[in-house]
Structure formats: C-alpha cells, structure tokens
C-alpha cells in the first residue's frame, strides 16, 4: 500500500474490509498523523517532499526496489501521490500487479501522478463516473470517503 501522507493515506485506510485479511507493507511518509493512523502495522517511510524533487524522486526509486526486492508483494495499490511513481514502474517491472485509485476530487481532470502512472498500471480505479472521461478503461469502485 503506498500513499502520500493526508487525504491520500486516509482513501488507502478506507479500503480495511479490502486489505484487513492480507498482510501488507505500507510506504509513506513519516509524518506525526501517519504514525498514528499505522501504528502496528508495518511501515516504510518514504523520502519527501516528492513534487517536483528528483532527489527525492531517485531516493524512492532506490526504496521501491529496495522494499520490492525484499518481499514478496501480491500487488501494488497506490492512490497517489508522487511517491507512488518509482513503485508503480518497479512493481510492473517485475511483473507485480498494480492498482492505482484515483483520488475522489480530482473529477475533471487526471493527476499527474495518475498520467505517469497510468502505462504501469494492471488497474485503474476510479471513485465517480465522471471521472472515466479521463480513464475511459478505468472501474468505477464509488466513494471511499
């Protein structure tokens, strides 16, 4: 599971009944709030800021083959940002399932952490129908907030 810290951790959180029977690795950003919303789980904290950082960028880079190397991972779910790049591209080529959700208020327009995405993905998810303007071979999952 790999978010950014925020509204993205928290549409990632919204999938418990999804994932809460799966063991699972989460790669974030160590950040107070994400602390507290994954205590007891596993944890990797990711390099940030992302936007626009290509040290930070590589530095995930290197994570993401780091942390996909060392487990054996079923998938990669992501709902953005940034730090969701260098693990989606990795993850593919590796050939491990990926799965990006794009996030609920980005209606009218894709993310550009979604556009970079989106070659790598197994999946594309989207959270309203409207949003399949943009990713017309996207599944429309509804609401996770």
Known sequence: MVGSSGGHLAQLLALRPWYERWRRCWVTFDTPEAVSLLAGEEVVPAHHPTTRNVPNLLRNAVLAWRVLRARRVAAVVTTGAGV???FVVLARLRRIPTVYIEVYDRIDTPTLTARL??????????????????YPEAT??????
């Not at 429309?140 to 907030?145: E, S, W």
Request: hydrophobic fraction near 50%.
């Open 84 to 86: 969701a790049v260098p």
């Open 117 to 134: 995405c989106r070659p790598f993905l197994s999946a594309m998810l989207v959270q309203w129908e409207e949003q399949r303007r943009q």
């Open 140 to 145: 429309v999952v509804g609401t996770l907030l």
